[in-house]
């Protein structure tokens, strides 16, 4: 038999006291909110695991071959960790070979939902002991940020699944466009595509909200990774993406034989939000603040100063 490849580098230095404080405080603070019945209230905040229904379970990766549990959350390099994940857990390979390097795997494969293993495939009970034994862990981004991102890549690149399940609605509801075109590439040609005032404009209202309408990409993070119920061991934010990718595969053991790929821009949060919002109105602002506010408080995230014309 051949040996064994080794999985993890033997490090000269140790993880940085630094690394280790950060991930201590986002932990806490996750911890603090969710075990403070005053400081924060949300919906289905004070649910047990057992509570959740299966359906809302379904954004968890498990890589059973090193006991890893992944909470994806769209918009949040989520394409690059898929694909560590695919990687690590062999589950998708080629003439019988599994993939070594995250970036030979295609975009259509890594989000093909049957070449990756869900937890809310198995039982609640064999969720839970696999909840208990492996380690987990999540990415999390600035919640105006990851909306800006969402409507750039959904509705501005255009994607048909999008602008038929979201963008005409918007179109017709919000842009004065009581008959847009049925085919994306026609719509963006012709210059029709919903604004982003549109997007938050349906993000915001309270039909939207009532019905649920809120697809992955723009959903609350709280609301796609239950942080109250499941014991993150590591919280990653995309602001600090490449410090805390080396930090959490040297604490999975797997470093030597996969690296995040790169993939992700990242430009100064305060000034992304500024410029894509200068336009939105203040009440809507004010209604994004409550729809995301669990969010911004669970991660430890600031609304950006100066962001509403008039103060409250």
């Not at 857990?89 to 259509?108: A, C, F, Q, T």
């Not at 800006?148 to 919000?174: N, P």
């Not at 039909?207 to 992955?216: C, N, P």
């Amino acid at each position: 038999m051949g040996r064994k490849r080794c999985e993890w580098k033997i490090h000269a230095d140790p993880i940085s006291p630094e690394l280790k404080q950060r991930q201590y405080a986002r932990k806490k603070l996750v911890g603090d909110f969710c075990n403070n019945s005053d400081a924060l209230s949300f919906l289905g905040k004070n649910r047990t695991f057992y509570d959740i229904p299966k359906h809302e379970l379904e954004n968890l990766i498990v890589d059973d071959r090193h006991g890893i549990i992944y909470c994806y959350v769209p918009k949040v390099g989520c394409t690059q960790w898929k694909r560590v994940m695919i990687v690590l857990s062999e589950s998708l390979k080629v003439n019988g070979v599994p993939y070594k390097n995250p970036l030979d795997i295609s975009h259509r494969d890594t989000h093909a939902r049957t070449n990756v293993v869900f937890l809310n495939r198995f039982s609640k009970q064999v969720m839970k002991e696999k909840l208990e034994k492996y380690t987990k862990f999540i990415f999390v981004r600035h919640p105006y940020v990851r909306l800006i991102s969402a409507y750039r890549d959904k509705f501005v690149r255009g994607e048909q699944y999008f602008y038929t399940s979201y963008g005409v609605h918007m179109l017709k509801k919000y842009g004065n466009n009581s008959r847009p075109p049925a085919n994306v590439k026609v719509a963006h040609d012709a210059g029709i595509l919903p604004s982003f005032s549109n997007f938050i404009q349906y993000v915001t209202d309270p039909e939207t909200l009532k019905h649920g309408l809120f697809d992955e990409h723009w959903r609350q993070m709280y609301r796609l990774c239950h942080p109250c119920q499941i014991n993150y061991d590591f919280i990653g934010k995309m602001e600090t993406m490449e410090e805390d990718a080396e930090h959490l595969l040297r604490i999975l053991h797997v470093d030597n034989i996969v690296k995040l790929p790169p993939g992700y821009t990242n430009r100064t949060t305060e000034s992304w939000v500024r410029e894509w919002y200068a336009n939105i109105p203040d009440e809507w602002k004010r209604k994004l603040s409550k729809i995301y506010e669990s969010d911004f408080k669970l991660f430890g995230y600031s609304e950006p100063q100066n962001l509403l014309r008039e103060k409250v």
